[in-house]
């Protein structure tokens, strides 16, 4: 039913969003036009405007990349940007266009972006907001390019659209010296990807197998049955199953905190398993928390700041 | 008015319900052996802290939800009333909701307490409906809890998603038994005195069964009775949720297979109940460990399968025999 009137709701932005178009076409005006350049996206080859002056940031992966370069959005999703990027939140200059469960399109519309980059969280929404402005959809996608290479991908592209070639390619540069450096440290270790979630830790492969693309580790319960989209990546697992595959390492993502719900911390919860005492990953420490805003961007920065963190736990660890 | 079969009854459910407790406590993510157990301290201590504690929690789970059907079926007068039907186990669900966002490090008590406020505040709305609409159709009367479940979830999932809970509270609400270890599931003894108590009492609910008229008229305090099921069933049902989440339809469909088997003998019963409500959501947790091993399928989520099936077979095929 919830469905239904979700449905609903999007029908009726859609239909606001629209009945805004005629409107108020010309309240601001648009940039001037600008060169256009050909990009390879999710959707196919779109051509979009160089140095676009009005830009909506809806995939959160591209939020970091963006600052970077240097660009601020006219409207962004505030809930959903991490604390890096207060700066974009606070700005009351920075429309807020509600979460991807509800989208406030018709704001996406009176901001008459130049250009909208959508996809990930948005990907859904795609179509209707072309009708807005181009949507440009780079966000990772491992089936097709891996997430990494995806990750680089998307800030080429962002970097030739912004004319930020040179911190591009630093960027990128950045990624593949840290995940090098951290693959140079792994040699077959064992690892859980461990997801805390309501107080409960349970198997998050689906949405960490990335991480340990480039390196030389294992995940113990890498997933023998379908893609990395099954449904069982993230079924319920029990602590004891855990402690039978007892791996080397463990890292934890935990959801709990990057959404802010309190409660006790995914430390408080793997140090209170009494299961786990005499695992090796207990016994050696090698349990590694990922940064918070490592959940909320998932972008490139973040992947670079988790295989520095790694491979100085690695370090460590040797 | 037993059924021809009561003497065989007996030995054969508890044979297979052992057998059942044997699988549970055997079967799992870590491998153990009964010699294992004895000799390898390794293996026992998982046997202590995980095992042992789980099928416990399974057995106290399947009485608190069994035993809060019997009750409910017996207050409504309506053989397709339990605490998933009726609305309760989403009041529960909203109190728990509340107690994330108003005071996530609660202790569990404090949360099963508000659990349970919520469960009885619940369960005296539904009551309160039924009397003021005045149905007494045997499938129209779960319809309306169902109805009213819907609502009081519709309002706990808008609440989540507002303040970012919705993948926390689906978390917990198909939680079922993965992550039940000893220090987690304690307070679901506390089912066992419930049990007691129903048992005591079992015969002013069989009498209050029958009507407020009839009940009255053989001088039973009809409202007592009614509060005081009402809060043995929030009481199991606020527990039961703080622990182990939803567990759907499993109140509804033993208590009415036991009363087929052997008729309304409520204080009779019970026990049978008990037992054969333990059985079942046991199967439905070793079937959810054993499909996508190593991962789990929650225990909530088969018996959901189970038990959906099973209700509409019996809405189906009793509407004629279930005059109630």
Known sequence: MLRHLRALAVAVCVGLTFAACGSSGSAVPASEPADTITVQTNTGELSVPVNPQRVVALDNTSFETLLEFGVTPVAVPKQLLPDSLAAWADDPEIIDVGTHREPRLEEINAANPDLIIGGKRFAEYTQTLSSIAPVLDLAPNVEATGYLDGLKHQTTVLGEVFGAQSAAERLNAELDDAAAEASALTNGQTVFLANHNGGKIDNGAGRMAPLIEPLQMTDVFASNRGGSDSVHNDSGLAPETVAQANPDWVFVLDRDAAVGNGGSPARATIEAQELWRTTTFATKAQVLYLDNGFYVTEGISAYTAFYQQLAAALRGAA | ?324
């Open chain 2, 1 to 324: 008015m037993k059924s021809a079969l009561p003497a065989a009854v007996w030995p054969a459910t508890a044979v297979a319900l052992g057998g059942l407790v044997l699988a549970s406590l055997f079967v799992g993510g870590y491998d153990l052996t009964p010699w294992g157990v004895l000799s390898d301290p390794a293996q026992a201590e998982v046997w202590w802290i995980s095992r042992v504690p789980r099928t416990l929690a399974l057995i106290f789970a399947a009485m608190a939800m069994t035993i809060s059907g019997v009750i409910m079926q017996m207050i409504t007068q309506n053989k397709f009333v339990e605490p998933t039907t009726a609305g309760t186990s989403e009041w529960a669900g909203l109190g728990v909701l509340a107690m994330l966002l108003v005071a996530p490090d609660a202790p569990p008590l404090a949360k099963m307490a508000v659990a349970s406020l919520f469960a009885f505040a619940g369960t005296m709305v539904f009551l309160a409906v039924l009397r003021r609409v005045g149905v007494t159709g045997s499938v129209i009367v779960p319809l309306v809890g169902i109805m009213l479940g819907a609502v009081v979830g519709a309002l706990a999932t808008f609440l989540a998603g507002r303040f970012n809970l919705l993948q926390a509270m689906s978390a917990w609400r198909s939680g079922g038994f993965s992550s039940i270890v000893r220090g987690f599931y304690e307070p679901l003894w506390a089912v066992l005195g419930v049990a007691v108590i129903t048992w005591i009492a079992a015969d002013r609910f069989s009498v209050a069964g029958m009507g407020r008229e009839v009940a009255t008229n053989v001088g039973l305090d009809y409202n007592r009775t009614v509060l005081l099921g009402t809060t043995l069933v929030a009481l199991s049902t606020g527990i039961t949720s703080v622990v182990v989440g939803f567990i759907p339809f499993l109140g509804l469909i033993v208590p009415n297979l036991v009363s087929m088997l052997r008729g309304d003998d409520l204080r009779a019963n019970l026990p049978l109940v008990a037992i054969v409500g333990a059985g079942l959501l046991l199967v439905c947790d070793l079937i959810g460990r054993v499909v996508v091993a190593p991962m789990e399928i929650p225990a909530s989520v088969v018996m959901g399968v189970i038990g959906g099936a099973g209700f509409i077979v019996m809405v189906v095929s009793q509407r004629e025999r279930i005059s109630a």
